[in-house]
């Protein structure tokens, strides 16, 4: 026997927020209930999650305009970075996404997380490449990261 019940919430392998699925009892009552995944079939239900929807949704708008505010600080970025090379080329170690969090933070004065950025290439040898940031809500930041050998004369 299984009962019907509303998610609350997005569930994996069961359904999405708003979805009326059937669940084994024990399930429902272990699980689903006690997290606040979902609820039995009511009216009172269907209000409740109408109201979590507009909070989420409101939630969701302060934070994509929020991010768009990092994005136009983070707009036409460019971060260098000194590096010790063997050979003027290759680099000792590698120049990791914790250095560029670093010098995007001395440069705009931005808090980033690892996490949010993403490079194309392990960075091993001195030149110039393609990063980008991704502060959620499709907002993505794309930049150039150039590093430079510490020892050679700077221009």
């Known amino acids: 026997m299984q009962i ?3 998610l609350m919430d997005n569930v994996k392998k069961l359904g999405k927020s708003g979805q009326i699925v059937k669940v084994a009892p024990g399930y429902f009552r272990n699980y689903l209930s ?3 995944l979902a609820d ?3 009216e009172a239900a269907k209000r409740r999650l109408k109201k979590l929807e507009e909070q989420r949704a409101l939630k969701a708008a302060e934070e994509k305009k929020s991010a768009l505010e990092v994005a136009k600080k983070l707009q036409d ?3 260098t970075v000194s590096a010790h090379t063997t050979d003027g080329k290759k680099l000792y170690g590698s120049v990791g996404a914790t250095d560029i969090v670093a010098a995007i933070e001395a440069n705009r004065g931005v808090q980033l ?6 490079l194309d290439d392990t960075l091993k040898e001195v030149g110039e490449y393609q990063a980008s940031i991704d502060l959620g809500h499709d907002v993505i930041v794309k930049f150039k990261v150039a590093i430079l050998d510490e020892e050679a ?3």
């Open 153 to 155: 004369p700077q221009e």
């Open 113 to 118: 997380k690892r996490s949010q950025l993403d």
């Open 4 to 6: 019907e019940v509303i």
């Open 34 to 36: 006690p997290k606040g």
């Open 40 to 42: 039995t079939v009511t």
């Open 77 to 79: 970025l460019s971060i």
